[in-house]
Structure formats: C-alpha cells, structure tokens
C-alpha cells in the first residue's frame, strides 16, 4: 500500500507556496503524506517564474520524505502552464497537480509533455503521474471522463474556485458543496483512483476543520488538502483507525479466517452479523491502520 503511486498513503497534502524558501525548506519536517509547492494561485503574476525555478531547484538538491507533488498553472487557459512543466518535470516531481481540469484533452496534453520527458531522461513510464482538481461546474461535468485517463491517479476538489464559479458561498454546514463532493467522489471509485476533499482556509478555526476533516472521511475522501503544519495532526489522527476500531476489524477477520477454515455459516463478533462488505470494511481498516505505521502484528497477538 505505502509503495504504489496508486494506492499510497495520502491523507494530507500540504500546499507549500512555491515562492518561499522558508517554507519549502522546512516543509518536510512536519511529516504531511504529501507536500503540494504551489506555483499556480498563492503566487503572484510576476513571481512567476522565480516560484518555478525555486520549487525545481528544491526538488533537485533537497531529500523529501513526503511525496512531492506541484500545482502547475492551467496549461492552456494561462499563459505559464507549459513552461511551468519545462522547468518543473526534469526536476522529477512523483506527481503534478492540474488545476481548474475541465475537460479529459487537458490530462492528455500534461501527459504529453511528461512522457517526453520519461523518455528523455530514461525514466519509466508512470515515473510522474497526474492528480487533477475540479474547481467548476464544467470540469464536474466531465468528471467520470476525466478520471478514467489512465495517467491519472487521484482527483481533488477546488472549493474556492467552484463556489465562484457557482455564484455561492462556503458555509459552516457544506451544503453547497454536497453535490461536488458527492459526483467527485463517485467518479473516483468508478475509476478506482483516490479522492482528495479540498482546503479549510480558516486556520484559526480547529473546530470547524474537525468538522469537516470528520464529515470528508465519513463520506469517503481518502485525505484533504491542507494549508498549514497544523492541520495535519489533526487529519491524520481522523483519518488513522483507533485502538477499537482496529481490534473490531482483526476480529472480524480472524472470524472470517475460522469460518472458511472450518466451513462455518452464518458469522458474528460482538454480537453482530459478519457478512461479505463487513469483511472487505474490515480489511481497509487494518490496510489504513499498517499505512499509518501502527504494528498490527502486535496488536493481533493481543487480541
Ligand atoms: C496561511 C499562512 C499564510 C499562515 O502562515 P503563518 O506564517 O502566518 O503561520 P504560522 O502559524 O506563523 O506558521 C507556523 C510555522 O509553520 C510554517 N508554515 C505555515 N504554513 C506553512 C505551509 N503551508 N508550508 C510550510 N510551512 C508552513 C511557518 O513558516 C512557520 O514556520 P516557523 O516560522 O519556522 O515556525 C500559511 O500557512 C500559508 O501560506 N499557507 C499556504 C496557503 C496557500 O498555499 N494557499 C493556496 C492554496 S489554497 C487555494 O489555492 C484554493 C484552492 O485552489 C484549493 C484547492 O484546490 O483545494 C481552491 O480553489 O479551493
Ligand atoms: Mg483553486
């Protein structure tokens, strides 16, 4: 799980803004999944470009232990998306993040320039794969498409941009983005690629992000998109199975395990039946508990 681009862990990207040494320095010590250097919106006009050659530059010369993603500038609706990717994809990224993605001719094009680069440097195809963010009511629209290209491997929702583009507002209660989030996700798991819930932009407020980390887990996003150092913790304490948790799902499986060995019927732990979804519910739990570095092993010889 922890290995392949596909199914790695990824409950928190970090968005790092491409034009602070400071930050890009340091970025790695706080231990997100994924670190995103953003050189698309946290970035001025005409910072342009010192944000492309200083996020490649780190890329180049600094060992990170997070995955390391960029947010390139819309390659065909700016005029800097292109050369963002001339300078940015020799510095070997594990992933670029397409923004405002409307349309699947998009995910070509990024993919275009980066199989030319594999091959150029010698790289194995799928050396740098693609996560696109729906940030419209279009690229929602085309969004079952956009996720079956097979470069791409995780897609994200823009709130910001896709509240403009609705003509609404962000509320405490998420109501307006139910539906985005809902058709973002299903399309996902359609594709079988993962699905990132977007920002929480008020970092003062802890409550509200535990809210919303909460209720984007439950509905199913595989992580979030984060802002600051200190909404990680707080994701990945949501996002990682307790100590019940856990312990229900290896009974289960242990259950499980007994009744094909044994040839039994009808299961149940707890007191509850244990039925085939149950049984698959339970191994991601155990998948997310390994993921997060928690001795399962150990904890199975407890029980
Ligand atoms: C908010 C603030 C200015 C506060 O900074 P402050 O420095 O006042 O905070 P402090 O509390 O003092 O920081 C304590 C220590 O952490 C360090 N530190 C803080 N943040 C860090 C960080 N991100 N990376 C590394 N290091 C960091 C800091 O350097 C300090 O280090 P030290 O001095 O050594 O102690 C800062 O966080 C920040 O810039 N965030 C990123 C904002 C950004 O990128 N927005 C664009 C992406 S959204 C978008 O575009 C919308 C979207 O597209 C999204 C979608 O698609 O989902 C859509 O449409 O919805
Ligand atoms: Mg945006």
Redesign the pocket.
Known sequence: MMNDPKTRLRRTM????GNSP??IN??DI?GADSLMF?V???IAVTEKDTARYLVANALKTLKFHSETVVRINHPTQTPFGIDDLKVILPAKPDMIRL?KVEDVSEVELVTGEIERVEKENGWPEGTINIIG?I?SVKGLYNVREICRHPRLIAI???????IANLKTQRTKTGIELYYARSQILMAARDAEIQCMD??F?D?RDMEGFEREVTNSRDMGFDGK?V????QITEVHRIYTPDDKQLTHALKVLAAFDDSLKNHKGVLAVDGKMIDGPIVVRAQRIVDQAKAAGIDVEKKREEI
């Open positions: 970090m968005f790092v803004p400071k930050m340091s970025a706080y953003d698309e919106d946290a923004p963010a940030e994200a929702l823009g709130a910001e941009d896709f977007t920002v932009s970092v998109s802002i600051h150092p200190k």
